[in-house]
């Protein structure tokens, strides 16, 4: 039996909506010799199944094996035409493709001057919607109907043409050159997480600014700049710098609120930029710019202009989610957390084929959090599990290795310290092999691995003689991304005091926001 996460048939099927269905079989069906097509028969059965099974097409006669490959890749295409022709996945980029197709049909018609009225609308479109790779494409394919076409005004027209030309070659090649950078900076936080050093600090700060063009940012339109907020804000996430990934983020979001219009052209850059402010303020722990900013997001993806696509859903799914549970870490409200937990559950599920091993990896730490906050170590440790043996994560190092940090204190919590002895050396083996041993997670499997010569009455010092420890590395540069991860400092206060982590994490946010 085909694994279900290969067919990429049978995922494409069980991603049509009902409408989306309905018109395919519309669009099969104008033609009357497609009613009792082969491609037709394998749709309806496949549409029925809850589970690609190769035997049980090849038993319905619809197809001999032999013929299986083609009649899957006949049909896939014929979906996407479908879904081509839906106005929902409509926008001004697809416009513009439209209008460029038409313009090339004309143009091998020998129709030109039909074809060059075509690509000027096209242009416009593309100037406005600041689609400068594709506004490139047109002007040069203007270049070659103008040097086939001779009109009178053939010199202005190729002075006009050069230097548009010239224009959009330069701003392709500033955008080129920021993406290039986003992209590698965004590699390396999702390969290794924040600089652990001065070394890696130097390393990736060399890098950078030998890397980020010369701009005048007045003269940027708002994709340039867009890129520009994003390698900014990337490299400050990279070396820690909360305060300057705040800044770009919200610089990033206020571009998208300062040019409406592009919130509708361009929703994932939107939820993103909302996604790294969130994070920002989160790291932060700046509760009140966060709650407002969380709250416009929810009113902004709720209203009717905001897309609905696929994409979009389980962005917005991701995004919402993940903040409204750090919102409970900030106020130790998490009994409100556990609420979303089935919600969450089930948006992994039902997007199971579109969410990636290591965001789904990401809700599971943050879920194992909540349990941790709640007192219910048992689950904490059941969902840690999942990410301590999941052998597919080869990106995001730092998060399997906090989730084994946490996993020994909830064991620890749990009374489940037996194996204590032995978790402790295998996760002092994992960080040792992924370089991530840091000071405070030394001094965790220090401590921890004394407490089973320590007497009950001695506990209480121990543990305020560890919390003076990490205070030390509270802001520590390097250190403190520790905290970002696992409390520790929460854990401790709770233990000194007797009290619910939830409780001590409830005063230091009142405390903070006074």
Same mark, same amino acid.
């Given at each position: 039996?085909?694994? /279900?996460?290969?067919?990429?048939?049978?995922?494409?099927?069980?991603?049509?909506?009902?409408?989306?269905? #309905?018109? &395919?079989?519309?669009?099969?069906?104008?033609?009357?010799?497609?009613?009792?097509?082969?491609?037709?028969?394998?749709?309806?059965?496949?549409?029925?199944?809850?589970?690609?099974?190769?035997?049980?097409?090849?038993?319905?006669?619809?197809?001999?094996?032999?013929?299986?490959?083609?009649?899957?890749?006949?049909?896939?295409?014929?979906?996407?035409?479908?879904?081509?022709?839906?106005?929902?996945?409509?926008?001004?980029?697809?416009?513009?493709?439209?209008?460029?197709?038409?313009?090339? /049909?004309?143009?091998?018609?020998?129709?030109?001057?039909?074809?060059?009225?075509?690509?000027?609308?096209?242009? @416009?479109?593309?100037?406005?919607?600041?689609?400068?790779?594709?506004?490139?494409?047109?002007?040069?394919?203007? !270049?070659?109907?103008? @040097?086939?076409?001779?009109?009178?005004?053939?010199?202005?027209?190729?002075?006009?043409?050069?230097?548009?030309?010239?224009?959009?070659?330069?701003?392709? $090649?500033?955008?080129?050159?920021?993406?290039?950078? @986003?992209?590698?900076?965004?590699?390396?936080?999702?390969? @290794?997480?924040?600089? #652990?050093?001065?070394?890696?600090?130097? !390393?990736?700060?060399?890098? *950078?600014?030998?890397?980020?063009?010369?701009?005048?940012?007045?003269?940027?339109?708002?994709?340039? !700049?867009?890129?520009?907020?994003?390698?900014?804000?990337?490299?400050? $996430?990279?070396?820690?710098? &909360?305060?300057?990934?705040?800044?770009?983020?919200?610089?990033?979001?206020?571009?998208?609120?300062?040019?409406?219009?592009?919130?509708?052209?361009?929703?994932?850059?939107?939820?993103?930029?909302?996604?790294?402010?969130?994070?920002?303020?989160?790291?932060?722990?700046?509760?009140?710019?966060?709650?407002?900013?969380?709250?416009?997001l929810e009113e902004e993806v709720a209203r009717d202009t905001f897309p609905k696509?696929?994409?979009?859903?389980?962005?917005? &799914?991701?995004?919402?989610?993940?903040?409204?549970?750090?919102?409970?870490?900030?106020?130790? $409200?998490?009994?409100?957390?556990?609420?979303?937990?089935?919600?969450?559950?089930?948006?992994?599920?039902?997007?199971?084929?579109?969410?990636?091993?290591?965001?789904v990896m990401v809700f599971y730490y943050k879920i194992a959090c909540i349990y &941790?906050?709640?007192?219910?170590?048992?689950?904490? /440790?059941?969902?840690? !599990?999942? $990410?301590?043996?999941?052998?597919?994560?080869?990106?995001?190092?730092?998060?399997?290795?906090?989730?084994?940090?946490?996993?020994?204190?909830?064991?620890?919590?749990?009374?489940?310290?037996?194996? +204590?002895?032995?978790?402790?050396?295998?996760?002092?083996?994992?960080?040792?092999?992924?370089?991530?041993?840091?000071?405070?997670?030394?001094?965790?499997?220090?401590? +921890?691995?004394?407490?089973?010569?320590?007497?009950?009455?001695?506990?209480?010092?121990?543990?305020?003689?560890?919390?003076?420890? *990490?205070?030390?590395?509270?802001?520590?540069?390097?250190?403190?991304?520790? *905290? +970002?991860?696992?409390?520790?400092?929460?854990?401790?206060?709770?233990?000194?005091?007797?009290?619910?982590?939830?409780?001590?994490?409830?005063?230091?946010?009142?405390?903070?926001?006074?």
């Open positions: 039996m085909t694994n /279900i996460q290969k067919d990429s048939l049978f995922i494409l099927i069980k991603s049509l909506s009902k409408s989306e269905k #309905r018109q &395919f079989k519309l669009y099969v069906g104008r033609l009357g010799v497609n009613t009792d097509s082969k491609f037709l028969s394998l749709f309806n059965l496949l549409e029925k199944m809850n589970a690609y099974d190769e035997p049980t097409i090849l038993n319905s006669n619809i197809v001999k094996k032999q013929q299986l490959s083609n009649l899957k890749a006949h049909l896939y295409k014929q979906i996407l035409v479908s879904l081509r022709l839906n106005p929902i996945h409509h926008n001004s980029r697809f416009q513009i493709r439209e209008q460029l197709d038409f313009a090339t /049909i004309l143009y091998h018609k020998g129709l030109y001057k039909q074809s060059l009225k075509l690509l000027d609308k096209a242009k @416009s479109l593309a100037f406005e919607s600041q689609e400068n790779m594709m506004a490139n494409e047109i002007v040069e394919f203007e !270049k070659i109907i103008e @040097s086939q076409y001779i009109t009178r005004s053939v010199q202005s027209r190729s002075d006009q043409l050069v230097a548009e030309a010239s224009l959009l070659n330069d701003k392709n $090649i500033l955008t080129s050159q920021l993406s290039n950078l @986003s992209i590698q900076l965004y590699n390396t936080i999702l390969r @290794s997480g924040y600089v #652990r050093n001065d070394d890696e600090y130097r !390393k990736i700060t060399q890098y *950078f600014f030998e890397r980020l063009p010369k701009y005048d940012i007045t003269e940027l339109n708002f994709r340039e !700049k867009l890129w520009i907020y994003k390698a900014h804000l990337w490299y400050s $996430i990279l070396v820690q710098d &909360f305060i300057s990934s705040f800044k770009y983020s919200q610089k990033w979001v206020e571009l998208f609120h300062n040019n409406p219009k592009m919130i509708a052209q361009n929703p994932v850059f939107y939820l993103k930029g909302n996604q790294y402010l969130l994070e920002s303020l989160y790291f932060l722990k700046y509760k009140t710019k966060f709650k407002a900013t969380l709250k416009r696509n696929d994409n979009v859903k389980v962005l917005v &799914f991701m995004c919402l989610h993940q903040h409204r549970l750090n919102f409970c870490f900030l106020d130790g $409200i998490f009994d409100k957390g556990l609420e979303f937990v089935p919600q969450i559950l089930k948006g992994l599920k039902e997007y199971s084929h579109q969410i990636d091993d290591h965001h &941790f906050g709640l007192g219910d170590f048992k689950n904490c /440790i059941a969902y840690l !599990k999942k $990410i301590i043996e999941n052998k597919k994560l080869t990106m995001r190092e730092d998060l399997m290795c906090f989730a084994r940090v946490l996993s020994l204190v909830a064991h620890y919590e749990a009374g489940m310290d037996y194996h +204590l002895d032995v978790q402790l050396r295998s996760t002092f083996k994992f960080l040792i092999k992924m370089n991530e041993l840091q000071n405070v997670q030394r001094e965790m499997i220090r401590f +921890l691995r004394s407490l089973g010569s320590l007497y009950p009455s001695e506990l209480k010092d121990a543990f305020k003689k560890l919390y003076k420890e *990490f205070k030390k590395y509270e802001n520590d540069p390097y250190e403190k991304r520790a *905290f +970002l991860y696992l409390d520790v400092l929460s854990w401790l206060e709770s233990k000194i005091n007797n009290e619910p982590i939830s409780e001590s994490i409830r005063k230091k946010s009142i405390e903070l926001n006074r």
